[in-house]
């Protein structure tokens, strides 16, 4: 019999339960146009003819929204993987800010109101040290809207030649600053800069001192930096860019800046990330003075960088929350995540998943240096892919011939999904 008289008619694979869901996704036609696809394939004979709707499924996937993936890399805040995922209050915010709200609008007064109220509100009542406070849409997008304000028209920002970073895929403060029309003032060398090299710099032209937390590397040896206490009394305002998104002070990371203690020793603009370690969407967070602020706010680059209205309602409800997925993976217990490790190795009953310990870290430019103490568990590295194309996708991190599922960054509500992949895979 010619097997092309075995390839199901449109109809049939229309009818199949499994691409109901793609359907309501991506509407008839386009997934019609996918089994056309697979048809073809199958009397070319590249795929089996009940391999059709897998084969359009696999067509569809390229076009669908992004992937829902368990972290098991290890790294809390993971940029590839959308840096911090959003707590459930969050979600649900998003979810009923995404059709008409009052993003603009007094309910009460029907007039126009201020955008992002809420969200600004919150923030302001998170650090009280703040005159006022801005939003846009990420870190860079702050700095560059400080220098645009403050320092357009060739005027100086004063930085010590240890904090030109790079903020990662190959974009660097330097450049980013420059665009705005500012001019770059490098004091001090790579691993030592002094208050005297700040203050012998500053002039007539100086626009700011900016201080730059190193969160994505570290400098060892011979080093010296300058606080933001000692940047204080140089006769011009001091921006800080603490980065990471701590508000407050966290013990578990004693060396990470928080904008909190930024603003208390002196600065008077501090920047900060809404997607690291404060757990919500990506943001670029403005604190300082009243003036300061409204003079940011005023500038014509603050309407292009403006955040939407989605990213608001899940600002607003990650202020609120009492933790955060990152707050919860970052206090979690080293023992808790070894009993979990356990009792995962334990369900899937693999001899070659092992319990090992191991360390995770931050992520993301936060707390460069910090080891987590973790559990994982351990499997043969051949089997990295299986997972990474899985449902859901599992990322891990492959060590020493080890695909290492580190638990840290997994919330235990997943753990049955982490297992059932286990279980799926094949010798």
Do not use: W
Not at 350 to 369: C, N
Request: proline content about 6%; some cysteine.
């Amino acid at each position: 019999m010619d097997h092309r008289r075995l390839v199901p008619r449109t109809d049939v694979v229309l009818g199949d339960p499994r691409l109901a869901a793609a359907c309501a996704a991506f509407g008839r036609a386009q997934v019609k146009a996918a089994v056309a696809k697979a048809q073809r394939r199958a009397r070319a004979g590249e795929i089996e003819p009940e391999g059709v709707v897998a084969a359009t499924l696999e067509a569809l996937r390229p076009a669908a929204p992004m992937r829902p993936v368990i972290n098991a890399t290890g790294v809390l805040l993971h940029t590839n993987l959308g840096r911090a995922p959003l707590a459930e209050a969050a979600i649900e915010a998003v979810a009923a800010a995404a059709g008409a709200a009052d993003v603009e609008f007094d309910l009460t007064t029907g007039e126009r109101a201020r955008r992002g109220r809420s969200a600004l509100a919150a923030l302001a009542a998170a650090v009280p040290e703040a005159g006022d406070v801005h939003v846009v849409n990420n870190n860079a997008a702050a700095l560059a809207l400080a220098a645009a304000a403050l320092a357009s028209g060739g005027r100086e920002i004063v930085v010590s030649r240890g904090e030109l970073v790079e903020i990662g895929d190959g974009f660097r403060i330097p450049e980013l600053l420059e665009s705005t029309g500012a001019r770059l003032r490098e004091v001090g060398a790579t691993n030592r800069t002094t208050r005297d090299d700040y203050a012998s710099a500053v002039g007539p032209d100086t626009a700011f001192v900016l201080k730059v937390h190193q969160s994505n590397f570290r400098i060892e040896g011979f080093t010296g930096s300058v606080g933001v206490a000692r940047l204080r009394g140089l006769g011009v305002p001091v921006v800080a860019d603490v980065g990471s998104g701590l508000l407050a002070p966290e013990p578990l990371l004693p060396g990470e800046p928080s904008v909190r203690q930024a603003l208390r020793e002196g600065a008077d603009l501090v920047t900060a990330s809404g997607d690291k370690l404060l757990g919500g969407p990506q943001a670029g967070l403005l604190f300082g003075g009243a003036e300061l602020i409204g003079a940011l706010r005023r500038h014509p680059l603050a309407r292009a960088l403006r955040v939407d209205k989605l990213t608001l309602a899940a600002l607003t409800a990650t202020l609120h929350a009492p933790e955060t997925p990152v707050g919860r993976a970052l206090r979690v217990s080293a023992g808790a995540l070894e009993e979990r490790a356990r009792m995962i190795a334990g369900r899937v009953a693999r001899a070659d998943a092992v319990v090992e310990p191991v360390s995770a870290t931050v992520g993301a430019g936060g707390a460069p240096g910090v080891r987590l103490p973790s559990a994982a568990v351990s499997l043969p590295a051949r089997f990295a892919a299986a997972l990474r194309t899985g449902d859901p996708p599992v990322v891990g991190r492959v060590e020493d011939g080890r695909l290492l599922l580190d638990l840290r960054a997994v919330p235990p509500s997943r753990d049955g999904e982490l297992c059932k992949a286990i279980g799926a895979l094949g010798e």
